[in-house]
């Protein structure tokens, strides 16, 4: 059987405004004010790239999850999750070591229990964020 390569691409853009702050935006989506964080002389109450980071993991376990518990007919009546990710200097770079994801699924019946611990198993072994972390970073720079 005969697979076709599937690329797709995703564009942001980022603006300064002042300070250590800035907007991110993507064509079609509310804009979001992001800045540096606290800790690195940044700004409270902004979100910063490390937190974008962590959640973005968070969100593509959510989603995963969403899709393979749809397909396998699992019923929950919530998803709730958690995440905390792991920064620290590692050989004079800062690098996140880990990042822990907390979900918790309501089932509407108990006894799909084991099924849901194998979806959502499934959903982070195919997370493709969580699959990606650990990533080659190309720099391509204009300079005006």
């Given at each position: 059987?005969?697979?076709k390569?599937k690329?797709?691409?995703?564009?942001?853009?980022?603006?300064?405004?002042?300070?250590?702050?800035g907007?991110?935006?993507?064509?079609?989506?509310?804009?979001?004010?992001?800045?540096?964080?606290?800790?690195?002389?940044?700004?409270?109450?902004?979100?910063?790239?490390?937190?974008?980071?962590?959640?973005?993991?968070?969100?593509?376990?959510?989603?995963?999850?969403?899709?393979?518990?749809?397909?396998?007919?699992?019923?929950?009546?919530?998803?709730?999750?958690?995440?905390?990710?792991?920064?620290?200097?590692?050989?004079?770079?800062?690098?996140?070591?880990?990042?822990?994801?907390?979900?918790?699924?309501?089932l509407?019946?108990?006894?799909?229990?084991?099924?849901?611990?194998?979806?959502?198993?499934?959903?982070?072994?195919?997370?493709?964020?969580?699959?990606?972390?650990?990533?080659?970073?190309?720099?391509?720079?204009?300079?005006c």
């Amino acid at each position: 059987m005969e697979q076709k390569n599937k690329v797709y691409m995703y564009q942001t853009a980022v603006k300064w405004t002042e300070q250590r702050k800035g907007v991110m935006s993507c064509a079609g989506k509310p804009d979001v004010q992001v800045a540096t964080p606290p800790e690195f002389k940044g700004h409270e109450g902004m979100w910063s790239p490390e937190d974008l980071f962590v959640a973005s993991a968070n969100v593509c376990l959510m989603t995963t999850f969403l899709a393979v518990a749809e397909r396998a007919g699992l019923a929950f009546s919530s998803y709730e999750s958690t995440a905390e990710g792991r920064l620290e200097l590692v050989e004079g770079k800062f690098q996140f070591t880990a990042i822990t994801l907390k979900p918790t699924i309501t089932l509407k019946s108990a006894a799909d229990a084991g099924k849901a611990k194998e979806l959502i198993e499934k959903a982070e072994a195919n997370c493709l964020i969580s699959n990606s972390m650990k990533a080659t970073v190309t720099l391509e720079p204009v300079i005006c």
